[in-house]
Structure formats: C-alpha cells, structure tokens
T-cell receptor
C-alpha cells in the first residue's frame, strides 16, 4: 500500500475550518484514501473515505486532487472535541495497512 | 449495542507469562482485527479474521496467536510475554474485509515487566 505524509501537528481556532493535508504520491489506481481519528488514546474512529471524487458526510469533507497524489480533510467548524490525532491511510484492503503517526490537531478556544 | 468490547482494560505481566486478550462484537460483523499501538506510533495490524473460521497474519504477528471462537469473538494470545510486547492492543470489526468503517474497541493496556 502507498504510504502517506502528514504534518505532525496543526492548530485551529474553535469555530473555524480545519484543513488537514495528506500527500500520497505513490497511490495506486485501486487504492482508496481513508481518514480516521483517535481521541486521547481511545480506539480510532472512522471519518470518511474516497477514491477519486470529493466526498462529504456529517463529520467532514474529503478533497482529493485530480492526480490523486494528495488530499485534504476538512472539518468545517472545528470544536474542542475535534482535538485528536488524524490519520490519513491509503489502501486497497484491510490486511496491509500503514497508519503512520498522523497529524495531531489541537483546537484552540 | 455495546459495539466492540475488550477485556481486560489493563494488565501487567512478568516476562514469560502468558495471557489471552478477549474481544467481542455485537454488530454481526464478519471481519475482526487485532492491532497494537506503541507510544507515539500509529497502529500496526497483528492478525485478522476475514470471516468466522479463518485467520491470517498481519504486519507484526510474531509472538502472538489468535482464535476466532465464533462470529462474535476474536481472542489474542501471548504465549510467553516479552517486554517488547508492552503496548496498547485494539480490537476492531467491520462488516466485511475492507477498511471501510472499522469499529474499534477501547483498548487493552498491557505492560510486560
């Protein structure tokens, strides 16, 4: 599976949009981009995933570039409860994953 | 629905001791997974079970064994614990063998002295 590169940490003001980038320049055609988050040592929580098109759900939006080499997770109105480590994962299947160290997002009051 | 439950929550072992970590899910999921997370690191897949009756190795299987007891339960056994196995262990489940929306348990914090 393709590996990803994420900034180690980011800050975001409460109520503002949080934009978390992810580079995955070696992504293959059959690999999806997934985002999970982990709040303070709890089990990870699924956020969103996509293949080529942009996706939106009740939690977030996922923007994937046309060449699929990078993506951005957008939390439209960050709250203090969104403080977490966010993992960008690129994979075609669940039996060969690379979680990486993710981006630690801190939402500031 | 309890989702994914794990027991115990905390455990301290001495080197060479054995133990079994228990995991159960009540979502009627076919696939289950065991991960470990070392301090400051992401999760690494130890073993997975695509469906009842099947198990396969993940990225870091050495020192572990698993049993898919039935559709609900997936246990992880450490036969002879080593300090390198000090970690937080997470169990997860999903409807099918895909990474789409795996549901994770709260974790078991294991220390091996």
């Amino acid at each position: 599976d393709a590996k990803t590169t994420q900034p180690p940490s980011m800050d975001c003001a409460e109520g503002r949009a949080a934009n978390l980038p992810c580079n995955h320049s070696t992504i293959s055609g059959n690999e999806y981009v997934y985002w999970y988050r982990q709040i303070h040592s709890q089990g990870p929580q699924y956020i969103i995933h996509g293949l080529k098109n942009n996706e939106t759900n009740e939690m977030a939006s996922l923007i994937i570039t046309e060449d699929r080499k990078s993506s951005t997770l957008i939390l439209p109105h960050a709250t203090l409860r969104d403080t977490a480590v966010y993992y960008c994962i690129v994979t075609a299947g669940a039996n060969n994953l690379f979680f990486g160290t993710g981006t630690r997002l801190t939402v500031i009051p | 629905n309890a989702g994914v439950t794990q027991t115990p929550k905390f455990q301290v072992l001495k080197t060479g001791q054995s133990m079994t970590l228990q995991c159960a899910q009540d979502m009627n999921h076919n696939s289950m997974y065991w991960y470990r997370q070392d301090p400051g690191m992401g999760l690494r897949l130890i073993y997975y079970s695509a469906s009842e009756g099947t198990t396969d190795k993940g990225e870091v299987p050495n020192g572990y064994n698993v049993s898919r007891l039935n559709k609900r339960e997936f246990s992880l056994r450490l036969e002879s614990a080593a300090p390198s196995q000090t970690s937080v262990y997470f169990c997860a489940s999903s409807e099918a063998m895909s990474f789409y929306e795996q549901f994770f348990g709260p974790g078991t914090r294991l220390t091996v002295l």
